[in-house]
C-alpha cells in the first residue's frame, strides 16, 4: 500500500493561516503518515513554524515533521530550536542544511553546524527523532554532480538519518533513473517522492528553476495561453499529478509526498482518485 505525507509552510498573516488549516482540515481526513511543516531560508519562520507544529499537535491527530536548518545560527541557537520541538512534543525532524537569507552560496555560521551531515549526526547524538533529509534526483543546483549528490546522501544516512524526500519533479522518468542510481549506490532507506500538483504554472517553473527541476517541453506546453484560465489549468495540474503518481505507484514507489503549497483541493481529487490514503470513498 502506498503511503502519503503533505508539506505545509507557516502562514504569514492571519488569512493565511485560515487558509492553512482549512487545507489541513481538508486533507487530515486522508490519515498521512505524517504532515511537514517547513522553515524558510535562514531560519526566518522559526517562531511561525514552531507556532504551526504546536497547533497540530495539540489540536490535530496529525503526526509533524518539523523542518530545521543550520543556515545563519549558531549551535547553541539550533540546539535550543531542537529542544524547543521536543518540548512540544515532536518526534520527527526534517533536517536540512537550508538556504540563506539573500539566496546566495552557503557560507556555514562561524559558531554553526557546516552542513545537514553534521546536523543530522547531531540530532542522531541528541536522540529522540526520527530523522528525515532531502535528496535531489536532478541534482542540487550547488551540487557538482549527481554522484556528489548522492555521496551526500549516504553521508547524512551514516550520520543517522532514516528517510528522504525528494525535492518535487515534474519528468517522472529523473524519479525512476534516480531509484535506479540509488540502488546501485546500495542505499536502502526509503526515499520518498516528492509531488507538486499546482494551477499556478509561473510560479512553479521559477520554483523549479530555483531547485534545477527540469520543467519538460510537453508540460510548458499544456500551460501555454492559460494565464487567465484558472479552471483549464485545474484540470490539466490534476491530470498530470494524477498520471505521475500512477507511473510512481506502477513502479514500485511506495512513499508520496505532496508539497501542498497550502492548498489542499488538488491533493486531495489526487489521493482521491488514486484511493490512496484513508479518505471515505
Same mark, same amino acid.
Given at each position: 500500500m502506498t503511503s502519503?505525507?503533505?508539506?505545509?509552510?507557516?502562514?504569514?498573516?492571519?488569512?493565511?493561516g485560515e487558509k492553512l488549516w482549512k487545507a489541513i482540515g481538508r486533507l487530515a481526513p486522508l490519515r498521512p503518515d505524517f504532515v511537514s511543516v517547513t522553515y524558510g531560508a535562514g531560519g526566518s519562520t522559526r517562531d511561525r513554524t514552531h507556532q504551526c507544529v504546536k497547533r497540530i499537535i495539540d489540536e490535530t491527530d496529525l503526526k509533524p515533521a518539523a523542518?530545521?536548518?543550520?543556515?545563519?545560527?549558531?549551535?547553541?541557537?539550533?540546539?535550543?530550536?531542537?529542544?524547543d520541538y521536543?518540548?512540544?512534543?515532536?518526534?520527527?525532524?526534517?533536517?536540512?542544511?537550508?538556504?540563506?537569507?539573500?539566496?546566495?552560496?552557503?557560507?556555514?555560521? &562561524?559558531?554553526?553546524?557546516?552542513?545537514?551531515? %553534521?546536523? @543530522? !549526526?547531531?540530532?542522531?547524538? *541528541?536522540?529522540?527523532?526520527d530523522i528525515t533529509v532531502s535528496a535531489y534526483p536532478e541534482k542540487h543546483p550547488e551540487s557538482a554532480?549527481?554522484?556528489?549528490?548522492?555521496?551526500?546522501?549516504?553521508?547524512?544516512?551514516?550520520?543517522g538519518a532514516t528517510r528522504a524526500i525528494t525535492q518535487f519533479v515534474f519528468d517522472t522518468e529523473a524519479h525512476l533513473r534516480f531509484r535506479d542510481r540509488l540502488a546501485a549506490a546500495g542505499i536502502t532507506i526509503p526515499v520518498i517522492a516528492g509531488i507538486m500538483p499546482t494551477t499556478n504554472f509561473a510560479g512553479a517553473k521559477r520554483m523549479a528553476e530555483a531547485c534545477g527541476a527540469h520543467v519538460p517541453q510537453w508540460l510548458?506546453?499544456?500551460?501555454?495561453?492559460?494565464?487567465?484560465? &484558472?479552471?483549464?489549468?485545474?484540470?490539466?495540474? %490534476?491530470? @498530470? !499529478?494524477?498520471?505521475?503518481? *500512477?507511473?510512481?505507484?506502477?513502479?514500485?514507489?511506495?512513499n508520496l509526498h505532496f508539497y501542498t503549497l497550502n492548498q489542499a483541493d488538488l491533493t486531495f481529487a489526487v489521493c482521491r482518485i488514486l484511493k490512496l490514503g484513508a479518505a471515505a470513498y
Open positions: 502519503i505525507s503533505f508539506e505545509f509552510f507557516p502562514p504569514k498573516s492571519e488569512a493565511a523542518h530545521l536548518t543550520c543556515v545563519a545560527a549558531s549551535k547553541t541557537d539550533v540546539d535550543s530550536v531542537v529542544d521536543a518540548a512540544a512534543g515532536v518526534q520527527h525532524i526534517v533536517a536540512l542544511r537550508g538556504d540563506m537569507p539573500d539566496m546566495g552560496a552557503f557560507q556555514p555560521h &562561524a559558531e554553526g553546524y557546516d552542513g545537514s551531515v %553534521a546536523l @543530522v !549526526a547531531a540530532l542522531a547524538k *541528541r536522540g529522540g527523532f554532480s549527481l554522484d556528489a549528490d548522492i555521496d551526500l546522501l549516504k553521508a547524512k544516512i551514516d550520520a510548458a506546453d499544456a500551460y501555454e495561453g492559460l494565464e487567465e484560465d &484558472a479552471d483549464t489549468r485545474k484540470h490539466i495540474a %490534476a491530470s @498530470v !499529478a494524477i498520471d505521475q503518481c *500512477r507511473k510512481l505507484i506502477d513502479e514500485g514507489f511506495e
